[in-house]
């Protein structure tokens, strides 16, 4: 074989190859084992009538339009460093999709059903007027139809109800209107207690945070990340909601996700861990799907840097 | 070696080879096909792939080198993507010792994807948020020199890029979820020293410092930074060791424990079988892989194909970012992530492909060449060449000699034995042609001196000198030289005698016939004398000297000139002749040539020359017996052949008889013997 040729074979084989593109090296990603999902939370949009936060509520403001009828009992421990507090919190509330409220064309919210008298298990549900409040004006306007809650327009308790983990809580309600008598029963998942981290404390962006928490979780267990900034018309803003496995007790949030959290509370960010038990049901005379939740809610304080 | 328009052919086509190359992209490979199926290389470098390997092994390239490869890589999490270009590259020898390398490798590129935890949007589509790595090191120069001929030096710089596009989900209050990109990139030269000492026939050691220097033009920022490739300065050294010329048995290690050991095997004069296994480094297990390969040559060109097999997958196989990071990435050839593969490589050697085993250190020249003594150096040497063993073991050498269009051929030497490093001086003869007779006037041509070694089909080395060829009259002023202008077979000088003879013959009659070669002679140098006439040389000097045609022809010459004619017309008849050099002591510049004839006259019956002994000259003839030997002074022409004789006759006696000239050396009788 003369060289030219050897050559030419080169030539031949360099055209064979042509233009493979190799695909890159993928390294797999670090995501605690036991994360679900993880899921950005839509903006808050502040023209909505404000029902309650969701370090309150345990519920998104997208959950909230899911569904428009939500029976909530919470126990709720806020720990920000600098204090600490609990209360329990009950609220039933039936919004008439056929009866929007609108605010210059848009639909802030539904008028709220009276239901007749309510009750969580032996306590009454108070019937308030339903003030007609958004983040906006987080002024209270024109009623906004009829709530069932256990606390006031400023969000303080008005009775002595207290939240017990694993306890059966029945919302009953006489009925009106269209809307019949109806009992829905939802049992109390355990207490949780955020062990680690330490409220109020400094956790770095530049590493994986653990959440260690006591006490089985519920059916529904999701770790909600908020900035938090106490002086503002919306102190709580959920950005990320992190779902976690059953049966689990920690979780480690990769720092990827802690440089991505950005606001402008300087750094403050409040971890309200979650433990729920939830569920979907119907009651007569109400055309859609109501959600029963008892949550044990542990908001936490962190500072990220 | 090529041609000169194959080469170009051959030339334009690498070309063309570089420019395809840059139109592919590719991801890990271990440079070097051969030293992958080895997996030691460091002693044995030898090739294009040695930039990277171990730059001293540059010197092994005798001319051009022109290499390119080609691989496929296996993942065992992936799918195969096919073969994929490589690299690209030449390197060449200059000015004896040193080589210059360059590669363009598309090939030596990685990238990789940080994989992120998946962070859904409100609709439930994962956001891509993965960070991109690119590291590249396309460009390499490669440096290498030949300090002695067991010991070169060598030195590249790598061209590294680093390129990284961070991907980051920013969760913000406002406007929720979005994605920032940020591009980051950085450069830089990595500068690796190497050696290579071949200190015998069985050993090569080799020791390659990697990334000693670095000339960097720009860094990663540090919030990427633990996404970088690592610069640690490592040494390798290697060793390997030829127990036979059937095999070769290479070993590789580095102060990250990390090295190789192999073997090749020559199968045949074109197959080679290779082996290796691979070590330590920051694998999980101490036998990293295995490795084998095969090789062919054919002439100048060369294909090797080998398999790398990493036994520990652990990092090849779905690698995670905590791996990436702790292990990082130092050499993007091989490195944990790198997957079994697939090579396969061609090159090229260009112009002078051989082993060098003997050198020529200088030529001399001892003389000139005259041409009318140009037989005499295919006997006595022309010069001598001094060559030197620069191979490890002892070689026969033999020198060639070759002077275009004055010789048919070149001349070659018997073989000289010469130990390793030793050195001999070899002589040399020439054996010209024809064509310099012609020689009208003093040139200057050059010269090619070669030497190959015994076990080579072509040469080993080629040195050119300088050779002055002398004109066709020039003569070096030495008597012995002068016979060389001796033609008794001239025509012109056989149609003189034979026509002055017969003129005479009537007066000739009836003579004795022993003094027949005296009266022939006689009539001859009467004859010459009638036609001729003494004239100084035309440059006024004793060194050049008129062919006898042309003297008959210009009816005339200088000394030098009527002694060659009377003695070329003698000849031509059978009549032995000597010069008569003297070289007066007292005046140097008194140099003079006369000439004298033998009688074939018996010493016992000189009386029938001469009853006077001064007249004439007793010595033997060339076969060995004493005759009448009469001097003639060939300047004196004019005066007739009595007058010359008796002149010569006289100077004789003067210089030899008298002032013992013949005794003391400054006379030489120079007997002529044309042809010789």
Redesign the interface.
């Known amino acids: 074989?003369r060289?030219?040729n050897?050559?030419?074979?080169?030539?031949t084989?360099?055209?064979?190859?042509?233009?493979?593109?190799?695909?890159?090296?993928?390294?797999?990603?670090?995501?605690s084992p036991a994360?679900l999902?993880?899921?950005?939370?839509?903006?808050?949009d502040p023209a909505l009538i404000v029902e309650a936060s969701v370090d309150t509520s345990g519920i998104t403001q997208?959950e909230e339009r899911t569904y428009p009828a939500t029976f909530l009992v919470n126990g709720v421990k806020t720990d920000l460093g600098y204090s600490r507090s609990t209360f329990s919190y009950s609220r039933m509330l039936l919004n008439d999709r056929k009866a929007p409220i609108s605010d210059y064309g848009k639909v802030i919210g539904y008028l709220g059903l009276d239901v007749g008298n309510a009750k969580v298990n032996s306590v009454n549900l108070p019937k308030t007027s339903r003030p007609l409040r958004t983040y906006e004006s987080f002024v209270p306007g024109w009623n906004a139809g009829a709530s069932y809650m256990l606390v006031d327009q400023n969000d303080q308790p008005i009775s002595d109800f207290t939240y017990a983990a694993g306890q059966q809580y029945k919302f009953r309600a006489d009925g009106k209107g269209k809307v019949a008598s109806f009992e829905l029963s939802v049992q109390s998942p355990e207490e949780i207690t955020v062990v680690e981290p330490r409220a109020g404390s400094v956790a770095f962006r530049d590493e994986d945070l653990k959440i260690r928490w006591n006490g089985s979780i519920g059916s529904t267990f999701r770790v909600l990340?908020s900035?938090f900034d106490p002086q503002s018309n919306i102190p709580v803003?959920p950005?990320?909601e992190v779902k976690v496995m059953e049966g689990t007790n920690s979780l480690v949030l990769?720092s990827?996700?802690l440089?991505?959290?950005?606001?402008?509370?300087a750094g403050r960010y409040l971890f309200s861990v979650i433990s729920s038990n939830r569920i979907q049901t119907r009651i007569p005379g109400y055309s859609e799907d109501v959600l029963v939740q008892a949550s044990s809610i542990h908001n936490v304080l962190l500072w990220l840097k | 070696m090529?041609p000169t328009r194959?080469r170009f052919?051959?030339f334009r086509?690498?070309v063309?080879?570089l420019h395809?190359?840059t139109?592919?992209?590719?991801?890990q490979h271990l440079t070097s096909v051969r030293g992958s199926g080895l997996g030691a290389y460091t002693a044995l470098s030898d090739d294009i792939a040695s930039i990277d390997w171990n730059p001293a092994g540059l010197v092994s390239v005798r001319d051009w080198d022109?290499n390119?490869s080609?691989y496929s890589?296996f993942r065992r999490d992936?799918s195969s993507?096919?073969?994929?270009?490589y690299a690209a590259g030449s390197a060449k020898r200059f000015l004896d010792f040193h080589v210059v390398a360059g590669s363009y490798a598309p090939g030596m590129s990685?990238?990789?994807?940080?994989?992120?935890?998946?962070?859904?949007?409100?609709t439930?589509t994962t956001?891509d948020?993965q960070d991109?790595i690119t590291y590249r090191e396309s460009y390499a120069l490669g440096y290498g020199y030949q300090m002695t001929p067991t010991v070169g030096l060598g030195l590249s710089a790598r061209y590294r890029e680093q390129m990284v596009t961070s991907r980051?989900?920013?969760?913000?209050?406002?406007?929720?979820?979005r994605i920032r990109t940020d591009d980051y990139s950085a450069s830089a030269w990595n500068i690796d020293i190497g050696l290579l000492w071949k200190p015998n026939a069985e050993w090569s050691l080799g020791a390659v410092a990697k990334n000693l220097f670095r000339l960097t033009e720009s860094e990663l920022p540090e919030g990427v930074l633990s996404y970088g490739l690592r610069n640690v300065k490592t040494l390798r050294v290697g060793a390997a060791y030829h127990p036979s010329k059937l095999a070769k048995v290479a070993l590789d290690f580095d102060t990250k424990a990390m090295g190789g050991f192999g073997s090749e095997w020559t199968l045949s004069d074109r197959w080679q079988l290779r082996q290796g296994v691979w070590f330590g480094g920051r694998s999980a297990k101490f036998f990293a892989g295995l490795s084998a390969g095969l090789g062919f040559s054919?002439?100048?060109?060369k294909i090797n194909v080998s398999y790398v097999r990493f036994l520990d997958q652990s990092s090849r196989t779905?690698?995670?970012?905590?791996?990436?990071l702790e292990k990082g990435v130092q050499d993007l050839g091989y490195n944990v992530?790198t997957p079994d593969q697939l090579s396969?490589s061609?090159s090229?050697a260009?112009g002078r492909t051989k082993d060098t085993w003997a050198k020529i250190e200088y030529v001399q020249i001892l003389s000139e060449v005259y041409p009318s003594s140009y037989q005499v150096h295919a006997f006595r040497p022309l010069g001598k060449a001094r060559v030197r063993n620069v191979s490890t073991k002892p070689i026969e050498a033999r020198v060639s000699f070759f002077v275009e269009q004055y010789m048919d051929n070149p001349t070659e030497t018997r073989s000289y034995y010469i130990e390793p490093n030793g050195e001999v001086d070899v002589p040399f003869t020439a054996i010209f042609n024809e064509a310099i007779r012609f020689v009208p006037s003093m040139v200057l041509r050059a010269a090619d001196v070669f030497v190959k070694s015994s076990p080579a089909a072509d040469y080993d080395d080629k040195s050119q000198t300088r050779l002055i060829i002398r004109g066709r009259n020039d003569w070096d002023g030495d008597a012995l030289s002068l016979r060389y202008f001796i033609t008794p077979e001239d025509p012109d000088i056989m149609r003189f005698t034979r026509n002055a003879l017969s003129q005479q013959k009537d007066s000739a009659a009836g003579g004795s016939r022993q003094l027949e070669k005296f009266r022939s002679a006689k009539t001859l140098f009467n004859e010459f004398a009638s036609r001729l006439t003494y004239v100084n040389d035309p440059k006024a000097t004793k060194d050049r000297v008129q062919f006898p045609s042309e003297t008959l022809a210009l009816r005339g010459g200088d000394c030098d000139d009527m002694t060659v004619c009377f003695s070329s017309l003698l000849a031509s008849i059978g009549v032995s002749t000597a010069f008569v050099d003297v070289l007066p002591p007292q005046r140097p510049d008194g140099g003079h040539i006369y000439m004298m004839f033998d009688t074939e006259v018996p010493a016992k019956q000189a009386t029938v020359i001469s009853e006077n002994p001064k007249r004439y000259v007793v010595r033997k003839n060339e076969r060995g017996e004493e005759t009448v030997w009469i001097p003639v002074e060939t300047t004196a022409i004019t005066e007739g052949f009595t007058r010359a004789w008796e002149q010569g006759a006289k100077e004789y006696f003067d210089e030899v008889e008298v002032g013992l000239g013949l005794v003391r050396g400054w006379v030489r009788l120079v007997d002529v013997l044309p042809g010789r």
């Open positions: 074989m060289s030219s050897f050559v030419l074979m080169l030539l084989l360099f055209w064979i190859t042509g233009c493979q593109e190799k695909l890159p090296v993928e390294l797999a990603p670090e995501q994360v999902e993880m899921k950005s939370i839509p903006a808050i997208a990340i900035s803003k950005l990320l990769p990827s996700v440089k991505g959290l950005r606001s402008g509370s | 090529f194959q052919f051959i086509r690498a063309v080879l395809l190359a139109f592919s992209v590719f991801g022109v390119t080609l890589a992936v993507k096919g073969i994929s270009l990685l990238e990789f994807a940080v994989g992120k935890p998946a962070v859904l949007d409100s439930s956001i948020q991109h980051q989900i920013v969760l913000n209050e406002f406007s929720g979820a054919y002439g100048p060109a779905n690698p995670t970012l905590t791996q990436f992530f396969i061609a090229i260009l």
